[in-house]
């Protein structure tokens, strides 16, 4: 029997149109004992690396073909790439076709194909099309060298199966072409047709039963038998496909990445260069001198770095940091740079290394054959200004983000299918409205379908089901940048990206790193911004803040820390006053405990024993004590497991750095078996308990889900206490900063002035005479808000105010709006937020003075100039506090008024409900009613399945838990409420003064809220 080759396939990477994943295409097309399967995804490359590392895990005997489909109304043509000149044909084809077009688009002429002289070309013309296109297919495909043109033959067995099939018969007769067939593969099984016709639909944003003309007649487009492939195709049709697999060799293993070399200086060796650049940064980083431990460090990590080959990457990163300085944008990297001295010299992490424990070979090793992974944080509201820098440098073929898959999760499955399927928007929403998030685990779609489905809900029960995980589309990496020497169009497809001036790869990280190309991570973070504004205000620069200030630590201690980057979420606040932080490596350790690794590893309450000095360090072997002293012998970072795994383990740097790997896979796929056994065995063999050693096993696994080395922390727990200091000793200067800085971090504008606010800082509202664009701290350290804050007003048109206004200030709201040229949406904005105060009694006031119901607002000059706070032709009624209140939120999304659960409180509506700080002086064990509005919504990957949820009234914040048996049963109010009120009994902590609710029993209280815009902070 002939050997067959599956040369025409599309994977979900076409999307929306196939129906599988790449990995099941090549797991099935091995199973049925294909030689070679071709991945042809239309004008697309994006699924051949899940495809490659599929083959190369599962160790499968296949062949993989790289090509892609481009389809146009002269026919459908199909090319392959026979050797690395023909991919970077392809590839370069791809980007010109995508460049040319919108996101999610390419255009495609076949002229285009003359340019190629390597890929081989499968044409399937259309009807009466081929004689016009041939002569120019002939010319470039067909010379007298070297044949690279097959007519594709494609038999669906559907009403136009005869009609197309006898046709390539005489077409190849009359054109002297060789046929080859194929499948036109769109899913590896046939049961796959229904989510294949499930995904027209949603691509044509159409119910399925309205396009019955548009969806494919059967499910023969798929991977066939050997046998019935034999029944279908002369013979001669089936060799094609082995002579043309017999000349496709190229593999993904052949993609040489080259580092860019613009950064060195013309003439200088990269190894020169890099060392001055050090040596420079020596002087700097230790001005009495390094010590000679540092310096053997930096010579050993020199000398790997030019082993590897990497001084150019190492160059290029620097550039780019010493742009973004130039221009004072903050910047800080972070990640495994931090476990590199010479990183620390070239300014790429601020991690000093005599203050943690490093672990080079975590950053690089001999054994490991991929660049270092280097993450640096920028500003975030200057990060554009560092991405345009690099494109600029570089130019668009030489740099591009990396891509994100964004795939089908619960919520979006739910509501594609539902609509592919005809229901109505009304019925899609409630199918969605009762997904509970992680609440009922694997088990929510029980939830979700009734237990005596219709067979529409078993379709879509079962669509649902089939369609998550595919890829819905492709979208930018928050900062990952591929940068290379030579056309990056050569290596992988470039395509634009939905936002102006950016193109992205059609690779996402773990493509990347699959193949070993560099990707540098520019980053944005928004707590950096607040830093930079904080500082600028300040005249102070980051070495300016004195370390180890005694009463930042005191503050940190009891849990104060809304808005400090990274504690303040509820988890971390709780663990502070446990923790007890005093020193900088305390907050190290603090950023990295509350994390899934420690807690599955049961390592949180061990290290806290020892911490506070209730039990006595214990180090299983006296080898261990070095990795594991400066944590009581508890490992609690990754690079501490990776060590730990070398000394009690044996394993060797090339196991450790595929134990590293494995973290990040063990929930996925399972790669960490075999380094799992090992591990174990040589433990038991060195006296470990088995206790003890399922301890380190479920840490691994914690670590895989979300793993968070020390190097990482390090970098982290610096913008701790820089955040921390300021908001300890400049409240009103770290506020205004972090407002300017929004959207960022766990708060909202409102919690951070109501926690403001209850500091002692005294908070200015808008005013049209005293506010700029941004917030600002005055010099008795209160904080004026800014007019950024008001809903509906552009930032042109506040700074155009604030330019205009008289050194006196605005006289009259007439005077302000002909001066600011405020058209009536921004004038009615400015009048809704009561920004007009002192020129007129109250809002509403100021908006029928603003109020312009037909003629222009000049032709109302005279009229308006009549107006003051004095005089108007008859008297409006003042809003009361709660319409103020209202109006506030509406407008501002804050109020400087009384706290709306102080109002309701003072009308009866919250019955016998303590306050947060009354809660404090409930006994341990007693039951109370507590209120609030729902601020926060958190539930960590626990095996408990506990939620905490913040409420937040007039004196602050207080905390519930959940359990998961509560939240099961009252699964609509835990998610849905915005004001919250809770039954439950009181808990205490006497050693950290902690109090919560456990809650027995939850009450929505939203009704009394239905007019305020307020919003909760849910589970991140």
């Not at 599929?54 to 489909?69: C, R």
């Not at 898959?405 to 109505?424: C, E, F, H, Q, T």
């Not at 302000?816 to 949406?825: E, I, S």
């Not at 920004?835 to 109020?851: I, P």
Request: net charge negative; with cysteine; proline share 5%.
């Amino acid at each position: 029997m002939t050997e067959y080759s599956e040369l025409h396939c599309l994977s979900n990477f076409s999307f929306l149109r196939g129906a599988s994943h790449p990995e099941e295409l090549v797991q099935r097309a091995a199973a049925l004992g294909y030689r070679a399967l071709a991945l042809t995804d239309e004008c697309s490359v994006a699924g051949v690396v899940c495809a490659h590392r599929e083959i190369e895990e599962q160790q499968l005997d296949l062949q993989l073909i790289v090509g892609s489909e481009f389809r146009h109304p002269s026919g459908v043509y199909v090319l392959l790439a026979p050797d690395r000149q023909g991919y970077a044909e392809l590839c370069t084809l791809i980007t010109r076709c995508r460049r040319a077009a919108t996101k999610g688009e390419y255009e495609f002429e076949p002229h285009m194909l003359a340019a190629l002289t390597h890929c081989l070309l499968l044409w399937q013309p259309a009807p009466g099309q081929a004689a016009q296109w041939y002569p120019l297919l002939q010319k470039s495909f067909s010379p007298p060298e070297s044949d690279r043109l097959w007519l594709l033959a494609e038999r669906t067995l559907d009403e136009y199966d005869n009609d197309t099939y006898a046709p390539m018969r005489q077409l190849s007769s009359e054109l002297s072409l060789p046929v080859v067939a194929a499948s036109h593969v769109h899913m590896h099984h046939p049961d796959r047709q229904s989510l294949q016709d499930c995904l027209t639909a949603i691509r044509l944003n159409r119910p399925v039963a309205s396009i019955r003309d548009r969806l494919f007649a059967n499910g023969e487009r798929h991977l066939r038998s050997a046998r019935k492939l034999q029944r279908l195709y002369p013979q001669a049709w089936l060799q094609a496909t082995q002579d043309i697999t017999q000349r496709c060799r190229f593999h993904l293993s052949e993609i040489a990445y080259q580092y860019p070399t613009d950064s060195v200086p013309e003439g200088r060796q990269a190894s020169d260069y890099l060392r001055e650049l050090v040596n420079d940064g020596i002087s700097k980083r230790f001005p009495q001198g390094a010590s000679d431990s540092i310096r053997n460090t930096i010579e050993k990590e020199l000398a790997l770095i030019s082993q590897k080959g990497y001084e150019h990457y190492f160059i290029t990163l620097y550039d780019i940091v010493r742009f973004a300085r130039s221009r004072n944008i903050m910047c800080q990297g972070r990640g495994s740079a931090a476990n590199s001295i010479v990183c620390y010299c070239l300014f790429l992490t601020e991690v000093n290394p005599e203050e943690v424990q490093l672990l080079f070979e975590r950053f690089i090793s001999a054994e490991r054959h991929e660049p270092p992974d280097i993450d640096i944080d920028f500003e975030s509201q200057r990060r554009e200004e560092v991405i345009q820098h690099i494109y600029q440098r570089y130019g668009r073929d030489r740099a591009a983000l990396a891509a994100t898959v964004i795939r089908y999760r619960p919520r979006s499955a739910l509501r594609d299918v539902a609509k592919a399927l005809g229901l109505n928007s009304t019925e899609q929403e409630q199918l969605v409205s009762r997904y509970a998030g992680r609440y009922l685990g694997k088990d929510w779609m029980d939830h979700v379908f009734s237990q005596k489905p219709s067979p529409q809900q078993t379709l879509l029960r079962r669509l649902t089901e089939e369609i998550l995980g595919f890829p819905r589309h492709l979208s930018q990496h928050v900062g990952g940048f591929v940068i290379t020497e030579g056309l990056l169009p050569s290596l992988v497809p470039v395509e634009n990206a939905s936002m102006d001036d950016r193109t992205v790869i059609q690779w996402d990280k773990d493509d990347l790193e699959t193949l070993g190309l560099m990707k540098v991570d520019i980053l944005g973070l928004g707590m950096m911004t607040a830093i930079r504004r904080s500082l600028n205000h300040l005249k102070l620069s980051m070495s300016d803040i004195p370390r180890g200030d005694a009463a930042t630590y005191r503050m940190l201690q009891k849990a104060d820390s809304i808005g400090v980057f990274q504690v303040e979420s509820r988890a971390q606040m709780n663990m502070l006053p446990r923790l007890k932080p005093r020193c900088y490596y305390d907050l190290v350790v603090q950023v990295a405990i509350v994390r899934p690794g420690p807690i599955h590893g049961d390592m949180v309450h061990p290290y806290l024993k020892r911490r506070n000095g209730d039990e006595a360090a214990d180090y299983p072997l006296p080898e261990l004590k070095p990795i594991l002293e400066r944590t009581y012998g508890v490992p609690l970072f990754q690079e501490q497991v990776i060590a730990f795994a070398m000394v009690a383990a044996d394993f060797s740097a090339a196991e450790a750095d595929q134990l590293r790997r494995s973290m990040a896979s063990w929930r996925r796929k399972g790669h960490m078996h075999r380094l799992q056994q090992r591990l174990e065995e040589n433990m038991l063999k060195k006296g470990f308990s088995p206790d003890y050693i399922q301890r380190i096993q479920r840490q691994l696994e914690g670590f895989g889900e979300y793993g968070f080395p020390e190097s990482h922390a390090a970098s982290f727990a610096l913008l701790v206490y820089i955040t921390a200091w300021l908001k300890c000793h400049h409240p009103g200067v770290f506020l205004a900063a972090l407002l300017n800085s929004q959207p960022m971090g766990f708060y909202s504008p409102a919690q951070l002035i109501h926690d403001a606010r209850l500091h002692q800082v005294y908070v200015h509202p808008v005013d049209i005479n005293h506010s700029q664009w941004d917030h600002h701290c005055q010099q008795d350290g209160s904080v004026r808000l800014g007019l950024r804050l008001v809903k509906g007003l552009t930032q042109s048109s506040a700074v155009r105010l604030t330019e205009q206004r008289p050194a006196e200030g605005y006289q009259s709201i007439s005077q302000c709006v002909r001066r600011a040229a405020l058209n009536r949406h921004e004038r009615e904005a400015l009048a809704s937020a009561a920004a007009f105060q002192g020129l007129s009694e109250h809002r509403y006031h100021a908006r029928w003075q603003v109020s312009d119901p037909g003629a222009s607002y000049e032709a109302q000059t005279e009229l308006f100039d009549q107006d003051s706070p004095q005089h108007h032709l008859w008297p409006l009624q003042a809003p009361d506090e709660v319409d103020n209140l209202l109006e506030d939120y509406a407008s501002l999304g804050v109020t400087l008024g009384r706290h709306p659960m102080e109002v309701l409180r003072e009308q009866g509506l919250l019955g016998s409900s303590v306050t947060a700080s009354g809660l404090r002086q409930q006994a341990h064990g007693s039951e109370c009613y507590l209120s609030g509005v729902v601020t926060c919504r958190q539930r960590p990957g626990t095996a408990s399945g506990v939620t905490f949820v913040t409420l937040e009234d007039e004196t602050g914040c207080a905390n519930v838990v959940v359990w998961l048996a509560t939240a099961k049963r009252q699964l609509q109010t835990l998610m849905h409420a915005t004001l919250l009120q809770v039954y439950g009994k009181v808990e205490q902590d006497p050693d950290s003064g902690i109090t919560h609710v456990i809650a027995y029993r939850l009450l929505d209280l939203s009704g009394t809220l239905e007019r305020l815009q307020t919003r909760s902070h849910d589970f991140h």
